[in-house]
T-cell receptor, first 116, second 114 residues
Framework: GAGVSQSPSNKVTEKGKDVELRCDPI?????LYWYRQSLGQGLEFLIY????????KSGLPSDRFSAERTGGSVSTLTIQRTQQEDSAVYLC??????????????FGPGTRLTVL | SQQGEEDPQALSIQEGENATMNCSYK?????LQWYRQNSGRGLVHLIL?????REKHSGRLRVTLDTSKKSSSLLITASRAADTASYFC??????????????FGTGTLLAVQP
């Protein structure tokens, strides 16, 4: 595709349910990022994948959060036993090279998660 | 955790005026990037400045970087109503064993009045 895509665009769930958020990065991009943005706030780093290296999971807020990246392409962010404080926009981004090398980072439109 | 702090948090100016936003960060970096986020969700990459650069221009944008003060500024000249958005700085670093994740500042909300 032309850009980073995410699905679903909106997700409403009940407290305690599990959710899966999907990210399709730009083809060929080796770096993939997940961020979370609460209303009116900045972007909170969650997890970073770079090629075949072990992901940097240092931003995941609890063990209810996990992410996978299959075949170096599509990524899924899973939130188990959702809580109301998990409500936010979840943004995925990808880049051809790692950010430290100056690779431009392209963002998807995000998934708006609402936990009732 | 956030790497950068931006000020002001909000800025309101008239069309045609210049807008300056500042960003401070805490650790050594490889580069610093500025992004714009319009109401909605997507972020758009604006400009990147490397740690060995001091100033960079792109159209109506001018970015400066002072690594000794760990700060950067974004200047938008001759602002337009369409520049109304939130602006974020983001730093990339692989120092101290850190991976090359991009860490964002808190953002500045710019409103340009027509």
């Amino acid at each position: 595709g032309a850009g980073v895509s995410q699905s679903p665009s909106n997700k409403v769930t009940e407290k305690g349910k599990d959710v899966e958020l999907r990210c399709d990065p730009i083809s060929g991009h080796t770096a993939l990022y997940w961020y979370r943005q609460s209303l009116g706030q900045g972007l909170e780093f969650l997890i970073y994948f770079q090629g075949n290296s072990a992901p940097d999971k240092s931003g995941l807020p609890s063990d209810r959060f996990s992410a996978e990246r299959t075949g170096g392409s599509v990524s899924t962010l899973t939130i188990q036993r959702t809580q109301q404080e998990d409500s936010a926009v979840y943004l995925c981004a990808s880049s051809l090279a790692f950010a430290g090398s100056g690779g431009w980072v392209f963002f998807g439109p995000g998934t708006r998660l609402t936990v009732l | 955790s956030q790497q950068g702090e931006e000020d002001p948090q909000a800025l309101s100016i008239q069309e045609g005026e210049n807008a300056t936003m500042n960003c401070s960060y805490k650790t050594s970096i490889n580069n610093l990037q500025w992004y714009r986020q319009n109401s909605g969700r997507g972020l758009v990459h604006l400009i990147l400045i490397r740690s060995n650069e001091r100033e960079k221009h792109s159209g109506r944008l001018r970015v400066t970087l002072d690594t000794s003060k760990k700060s950067s500024s974004l200047l938008i000249t001759a602002s337009r109503a369409a520049d109304t958005a939130s602006y974020f700085c983001a730093t990339a670093s692989n120092y101290g064993g850190a991976t090359n994740k991009l860490i964002f500042g808190t953002g500045t909300l710019l409103a340009v009045q027509p």
